[in-house]
């Protein structure tokens, strides 16, 4: 069906070494480095992460993996560039993450990220049109060529309330792969889904990613969809949001599901996440 | 797990091939009787219909032309006056002035709300005025009017402005404000910026309310208008609708009222259902944002 396990190579085994350590990396796309994010209630200043660290390099699917109340989220908009950090710097390919950008494309949770005045086929034209980055004469067949790759061309003069979550969810991830962006950040992108359509929703991108072998950063609170999505995981505990491990999973995804290795890192993960009395009731694999 | 000894049945299991599949969607025979009550336009028709027998039976009953004359006279009135040239000249200015005053109406709400998006201060700056000046009825102010400005086109503008003004930047405000943080980010994770962003997001977006805003202003200034123009008489340049009525009933001619009535109705319905519905069709129902 795919072959996006064909690339695991060294991942395989686990490695307990720095990526910077590894002689052998492309230069990374994404550098986040000690970053801290603090939100303002009205009684009080929280911080959401803590001194986060991790890198992202080319055609890298990176999991940012956590229970709620990691940050992980807020992480994923300061990649954007909607929220500054008040520590620590965000690079994209050496630059200094400062706002938001078109070349950092952003799918979002919500059904409601398509523009209802547009259709299907506008909405995936609109960032196109609006940053300048294509050709104006290129651009309508990018557009159809991007709603064709989420098997939507049928729809593709329809208004956005015509359609259902799944098909709404597919058109976001249409108008962000046709930007053809540095690094694509989904945020919990399939979590309002029911659970048959986000089991497809998910193959479906791990289609599209042996076809453009794109750079993803993809947040999740879903050990499983972790595992299956990803090719890196980065686990984050809770309040504040710190990085707890980061860990290989290219080797996996939906024929592997329920294997013995697959459980066996479910397990691993779901124990650095929730720790010792985890580990107490449900076996140690470690 | 005793779950499974408890179940004390024991029923075989069963898969089906599935053949015959495109059954899923039959056409509906609809009666002509039922096609007929369903469509708005028959049922509004009757309810017209049966409220001019009755305004006829009341006037034959009453029988005083004077103070209740019926519906065929006040027809006849409507047809003769219109003929003469008197009510399409005072439709016609009329008219004149609610575009003109609507038209800057519109353009100093739009003004003033996005001065109000764009600024911190400029919310409240504006939510205070339009607080101060909506409760007030605009023709309360045309005494006012007619002590700055005289008795002329500019007094019946300020009026007619100040009635479009505030309904319309109180509904506008209100859906700029309630734009979805989601569509916000969409925009800016674009790179829009600034009066990009405004048109291309913001303004789309609120347009529900921006066009709310619209018809209220129109009902309003329509209204504020005519009232207006009761009060002013016949300006420099003539009277327009309101006088026309005004005028009437000082010569007594009472189905030129009713008719002067009439015409200011169905003037206010045939913009509302035509010109607004229209608009409504085209883009908040086709886009889904409202039923």
């Excluded at chain 2, 327009?240 to 009437?248: A, L, M, Q, R, S």
Aim: with cysteine; proline share 5%; hydrophobic share 45%.
């Amino acid at each position: 069906m795919s072959n996006h396990a064909i690339k695991a190579g060294a991942g395989s085994v686990p490695s307990r070494q720095s990526d910077r350590a590894q002689p052998d990396l492309p230069p990374s796309v994404l550098d986040v480095s000690g970053v801290t994010l603090q939100y303002e209630t009205e009684t009080s200043r929280v911080t959401a992460t803590y001194r986060v660290s991790f890198q992202v390099y080319p055609s890298e699917r990176v999991v940012l993996l956590g229970p709620s109340g990691c940050g992980k989220s807020t992480l994923l908009k300061s990649i954007a560039g909607f929220i500054e950090p008040v520590e620590g710097q965000i690079l994209l390919k050496g630059r200094a993450v400062t706002q938001p950008g078109p070349e950092r494309m952003m799918v979002f949770q919500e059904f409601d990220q398509l523009l209802p005045w547009k259709t299907v086929r506008e909405n995936v034209k609109f960032p196109m049109l609006r940053s300048g980055r294509f050709p104006r004469n290129e651009i309508d067949s990018r557009a159809l060529a991007a709603i064709d790759k989420v098997n939507l061309t049928k729809f593709r003069d329809a208004f956005p309330h015509t359609l259902s979550g799944g098909m709404k969810q597919r058109v976001a991830i249409a108008r962000a792969m046709a930007m053809e962006p540095e690094v694509l950040l989904m945020d919990e992108p399939f979590a309002s889904l029911d659970a048959l359509t986000r089991r497809k929703m998910q193959s479906e991108l791990l289609e599209l990613w042996d076809e453009t072998r794109f750079t993803m950063v993809f947040v999740t609170h879903s050990i499983e969809e972790a595992i299956i999505v990803g090719s890196r995981i980065v686990v984050l505990s809770p309040h504040p949001g710190r990085v707890r491990a980061e860990i290989n999973c290219n080797q996996f995804d939906y024929a592997s599901q329920g294997g013995e290795s697959f459980l066996a890192l479910h397990q691993r993960i779901h124990n650095l996440l929730f720790g010792d009395e985890a580990s107490k009731a449900g076996g140690n694999h470690e | 797990m005793n779950r499974a000894a408890a179940m004390q049945l024991s029923r075989p299991e069963v898969e089906y091939a599935l053949t015959d599949t495109d059954m899923g969607v039959a056409p509906r025979d609809i009666s002509a009787l039922s096609k007929i009550v369903n469509n708005t336009a028959f049922r509004r028709a009757v309810v017209l219909v049966v409220i001019a027998l009755g305004w006829e039976a009341t006037a034959w009953w009453m029988n005083n032309p004077l103070l209740f004359p019926s519906l065929s006279d006040t027809f006849r009135a409507l047809i003769d006056s219109t003929l003469d040239g008197t009510l399409p000249s005072r439709v016609r200015l009329s008219f004149e002035t609610l575009l003109i005053s609507y038209t800057c109406g519109v353009l100093v709400a739009a003004a003033l709300t996005i001065f109000a998006v764009s600024t911190r201060v400029g919310v409240d700056v504006l939510s205070t005025l339009t607080a101060i000046f909506n409760p007030l009825p605009s023709v309360a102010l045309v005494p006012l009017a007619m002590l700055w400005f005289g008795v002329g086109l500019t007094s019946m503008t300020f009026v007619v402005v100040n009635s479009v003004v505030w309904v319309m930047s109180l509904s506008t405000l209100g859906g700029f404000l309630t734009v979805s943080e989601t569509l916000r980010m969409v925009g800016q994770n674009y790179g829009l910026k600034g009066m990009r962003y405004v048109w291309h997001v913001l303004i789309p977006a609120a347009f529900p309310s921006i066009l709310t805003g619209m018809k209220l202003g129109w009902a309003y200034s329509w209204r504020a208008l005519v009232g207006a123009e009761l009060v002013f008489g016949a300006t420099n340049r003539g009277g327009g609708i309101g006088w026309f009525v005004f005028e009437n009933r000082m010569s007594l001619e009472t189905p030129r009222v009713f008719a002067g009535l009439l015409v200011v109705i169905i003037i206010g319905v045939v913009v509302e259902s035509l010109i607004f519905r229209t608009i409504e069709n085209r883009t908040v129902r086709r886009w889904g944002m409202q039923r």
